[in-house]
C-alpha cells in the first residue's frame, strides 16, 4: 500500500496535479514496485532452493531403494535380513525392512525392530564421559587410576582419553579369556569379571598414546569410571541424560541378556543361502557394545547431534587422537572421522555374534543412514556407502595405472610373511590358474608407481625385494595407517628343537593353563576348557592355532626353551611359565 503525505490521502486523480502529492505519489509507486520485485525474487530463490532440496531428497530416497533391492535380491526371502533408515535434513526420509527376524516362526524383520547395535555402542559410552566433563565431575584426560586404583601402574600415564580412542595398549579382555579355550561369545560373562580380567594385566601392549589398537577393554574402563563418578549404573545415566531427552523409546542396554525385549530380532550365522545357525550374544557386559535400539532411534539420535542442541558435546566425541608422536588418527571418542570420497563421514560399524550394524552421518550433505542386520554375510557399511555413491557419485580418482608382470616376477612376491607387531602370520601366493598373485583370497594387481592394489579395496601393498629378487619385507597401506611385515621361510622343526616344549604352562595374567604335547611329528594344544587343538609350526620358533592365536617360544644362550608367549590381533603378548612335563604316552 502507497503511503501519501498528511492531506493527500484522499486527493484524486484528477487532483494529481498538485505537485507534491504528485511527486510524493510517483515515488511512493515506485518503492511499492521495488518491493513487489524484490519480493518476487526472494520467493523465486525460495522456491530454487526447495526445487534442490526436494530433488537431492528424491535422490537419496531412490539411490536408498535400489541398494536395498540389490541387497534383497542378493539372499533368499527367508534369510536373515536388516532394516535401512535415512534421514535428509533430520527429518527421516526412508525406513525400509526386509528378510527374517526369527526363522523357526517365520516372523519378518520390521522398520520397528530392535537389534543389538555392536560397537556402534561406544560413542555412547564415550558421550556419557562426556557429560561428566560438562558437569564438572572429571576431565577426559584424568588418569585412569584415579577413578580405578586397583588397574596396575604401568609407569606411563594412562588416561581417560587414551581408553576411548583406543591409544592405551591395553589388552583385550575378550583375547585374553579367548587363551582358555572359552572366550567371551562362549560363557557367560558379567561386567565385575570383565573389569577383573582386565586388572590382572601387569603388562601394556605398547605405551600408551604410541600407537592406535582397537580394544575392548578401554571401553570397560570407561564404563566402569561412568558408574563410579555418577553413581548410577551406565544404563541408568544415559537413559536419563540421553535417551529420554532425545526421544530414544526404544533404546536400552543388554545388561542382562535373557531380559524379554519386546520385537528384538535374533541373530543367526551362517553363508547367503543357508544353512543358518542361532548367533546370539549371551554376557551381561556392555558398555563396549551392548545397546539395543532401531534405525528410528538411530536416526534420532544422529539429528540431536547435527541439531546444534548438544553441540559441545558433538564437538568433543569428534575429537580425533592424537598419538605421541603428533600423528592424528582416524578415531575420535566412539567415532570414527574421516573423508569418504571426499564427503566427512561420522561413522562406527559393529559386530557381535550374529549382529553386523553401521551408523553413518555425513554433516556436510546433511544426510544420516542407519543400517542393522541380523546375518554377518549382510554388509551394512557396503549398503551405506552403496547409498552415498548412487546418490553423489561417481566420484572422480585418481587413475590407478595397470603394471604388467610376468608370472615368474610376481612369484617372487609370494610366499609366508609375519606381522612386525602382532607376530601373525600372512600369506601371498601366485595363483596358476588365474595367473594374479593373491593375499589370502584377495587378487592383488600391480600399479605402475611400484605397489600393488587389492581389488575391490583402498588397500595397497609395497613391497621390498633384495638384490637378487629376494624377499624382505611388505607394507600394508590402507589411508594413513601402514603394517610393516618381514618375510618368513616355513618351519618345520626337529626333535631336539621341541626338546623342553610339551608340558603345562600357566599364565598369571590369564589366570589359565595350556597343555602342549608333543607326539612323533605331531603336536597338539589341550586348553583349559579340555578343547584340544592342532599346533602348526609356521616360521622358526612360531606355532600356529585354530581360530587364529600364535603361540612362540624364547630360548636362553643354550637354545634351551625359557618360556612360552601367546598372542592374537589384540592381544600381543602373554607370558607363560613352565609348570610340569607330559608326554604323549601320559596322554588319554
Sequence with gaps: MVNYPVGCEYIGIDK??????????????????????????VLLAFASVSFGQSAERAMIIAAAEKLIAEEIAAAPENAPGCAVGVSFEGETVLRKAFGMAELEHN??????????????????????????????????NDPVRKYIPELPDYGAPLTIRHLLNHTAGLRDWGAVMGISGVGRGERIVRQDYAIHVITKQKHLDFVPGAEYSYSNSGYQLASEIV????????????????FDPIGMKDTSWRDEYDRVVPRRVQAYDGPPKGPWKLSMPFMNVYGNGGILTTVGDFLKWNAALDSGEWQTMADKLETRGVLNDGKKIDYALGLSVYSYNGIREVSHGGRTAGYVTFLARYPEKALSIATL????????????HGIVNEAYGPFAAPPALPKDLSADELKKYAGLWREDKTRMPSTTAFDEKSGRLMAGNIPLRPLADGTFEGSGTSTRFRFELGPNGDRISATRISGDDETKFFAEERWTPTAKELEGLAGTWYSDEAET?????????????????????????????????????????????????????AGTGRLRDLRFRKARIVYAKDQD
Excluded at 510524493?24 to 518476487?40: D, G, W
Excluded at 542386520?373 to 551405506?384: D, L, S
Design 107 to 140: 516372523v519378518p524383520i520390521t522398520v520397528d525392530s530392535i537389534f543389538e547395535s555392536g560397537s556402534v555402542a561406544k560413542q555412547f559410552t564415550a558421550a556419557a564421559l562426556v557429560l561428566l566433563e560438562i558437569d564438572g565431575k572429571l576431565d577426559i
Design 16 to 41: 494529481m496535479k498538485h505537485s507534491i502529492c504528485t511527486l510524493h505519489y510517483l515515488a511512493c509507486r515506485r518503492i511499492e514496485l521495488v518491493r513487489t520485485l524484490s519480493a518476487a525474487f
Design 513 to 565: 593353563a595350556i597343555t602342549l604335547v608333543v607326539d612323533g611329528d605331531k603336536l597338539k594344544v589341550r586348553l583349559e576348557s579340555l578343547l584340544e587343538l592342532p599346533l602348526t609350526p609356521v616360521y622358526k620358533d612360531h606355532f600356529s592355532i585354530p581360530g587364529g592365536s600364535i603361540v612362540w617360544i624364547e630360548r636362553n644362550g643354550k637354545g634351551e626353551i625359557e618360556s612360552l608367549h
Design 373 to 384: 542386520c541380523n546375518g554377518p554375510f549382510r554388509n551394512p557399511v557396503r549398503i551405506t
Design 227 to 242: 558408574e563410579r563418578v555418577s553413581g548410577m549404573s551406565l544404563p541408568e545415566f544415559t537413559k536419563k541424560r540421553l
